[in-house]
């Protein structure tokens, strides 16, 4: 039996960023991965790569057309064999960094074949058992499906198919879920040239916002032609069109020729042996794991999607980081927490957000103060059309204004997840907001919004006491 220091399983954004720690310390390491061309994960083959690269295909669409105020004729929609290839060649750039051979290259050990756990600490792969100090389960998630009567009528897509399948524009296209997935390719499609609806089973789409932040993505999706249906299912699919029943009993039938399946993800734990290892799910079917990623296996632990807590791939990496410092240092260990967790739906205007929700935070009972802010009068927001912007900060409820720490932030922009960044690294660094105040920015900048933000914080705290010594404090000296 081949024995490790360290088994990974799973070569997406976790697997691969554990491979790396691993290998950079010199551990005895095993990368395992059942398809030789899923290297780089969900992320790299169907989610943030080409769904990017699509979204910046369909805005070359939306700005040309915007043109056609100012004198620009056009016409046409897009040849979604052509926007493919584009997706293709830059997925393979990328890919060809993270594959197999790259990784062998750099003095990786790679095993392409399908691992299952076989004990506390073994593992078999390709008729060979191994075993290891620990084991690193980084098997990601897959689209969660749900069966809709005649679904086999229409093409039926999900984020796995869609950036592969879909050669030809649809006509009408359906996007079944309100998520970041649904928001980001229902608006992507409908730049391109199709007929977009979302239908969203909650009260709002992207529901995990602030409610102000979706009401304002909901009527930019409304102006470019995007209908959005909440509190509605698709019940049916027949004579192509697609049978909508609302929560109020009401029902509305769309032409429908393909559709989005889009409703969240399920973590992966099919033929992984988790039972020969003492690995237990929850009632929802995902890997139990407690605050450290570790599994009811003390050996064995779940990072990523795996983990089942927030599947982004940059949570992948937070979380990496986080397992890697508490096996190295197991004293006052780190807990995985949503507290330094952002996160961007790239739609456009792009929503950002940072921290806890304000949800989560009255729940943890986190005394905060919050600052809002419209883009009302922003002059960047006044020039490029993007007055409809909106930003919320949350920081200390201190006493001591200046002194405040910011805590989380939200924002809808057109680049809100750049904007953002500046705020989350201050929160990070723990920078009082009298320093984001006191800053000079280069006008008109758009991240002269966070300034704006943090000095309506500033002077609404100001007393007439401070005014009035201003005033003595010039006629003394002056």
Known sequence: MEKYDVIVIGAGSAGLGNSGVANTIGLKTVLIEKDPDHFGGDCTNYGCVPSKAVIHIAQHFHEAKKATQFGLKIEGKADMKKVLSY?????????????ADALRNQGYEVIIGEAKLTGKNTVEVNGKKLEAKIILLCTGSSPRMIDIPGADQIKMYTN???????????????????????CEM????????????????????????????????????????????????????????????FKDGSTKSIPADAALMAIGRVVNTKNLGLENAG?????????????????????????????????????????????????LIPVFKVKNTKEDLSWVTFTDPQVAHFGYTEPEMDEKKISYYRQDQSFDHDDRAIIQEYQYGHTSLWMENKSNVRSRKLLA??????????????????????????????????????????????????????????????RIAFRLFH
């Open 87 to 99: 997706v293709h060649e830059k997925q393979k750039v990328i890919r060809d960094g993270e594959n």
């Open 160 to 182: 796995e198919t869609l950036f592969f399948d879909c050669e030809e524009l649809p006509e009408n296209f359906v996007v079944i879920g309100g998520g970041p997935i649904g």
């Open 186 to 245: 229902g608006q992507a499609f409908a730049r391109l040239g199709s007929k977009v609806t979302i239908v969203n089973r909650g009260d709002r789409i992207l529901d995990k916002e602030q409610p102000k932040i979706s009401a304002v993505l909901q009527a930019q999706f409304e102006a470019e032609g995007i209908d959005v249906f909440c509190n509605a299912t698709v019940k049916s699919f027949s004579d192509g069109k697609a049978h909508i029943e």
């Open 279 to 327: 690995v237990e799910l929850t009632e929802r079917g995902k890997i139990k794991v407690d605050e450290y990623m570790q599994t009811t296996n003390p050996k064995v632990y779940a990072i990523g999607d795996a983990a089942g807590t927030y599947m982004l791939s940059h949570g992948a990496e937070k979380m990496v980081r986080q397992l890697w410092r508490n096996l």
């Open 409 to 470: 932030g939200s924002m809808i922009s057109p680049i809100a997840g750049e904007l953002l960044q500046e705020m989350q690294l201050a929160k990070h660094a723990g920078i009082p907001i009298s320093k984001i105040e006191s800053r000079v920015y280069p006008y008109p900048v758009q991240s002269r919004i966070n300034q704006k933000t943090i000095r309506g914080v500033i002077s609404s705290a100001r007393s007439e006491f401070k005014t009035k010594l201003g």
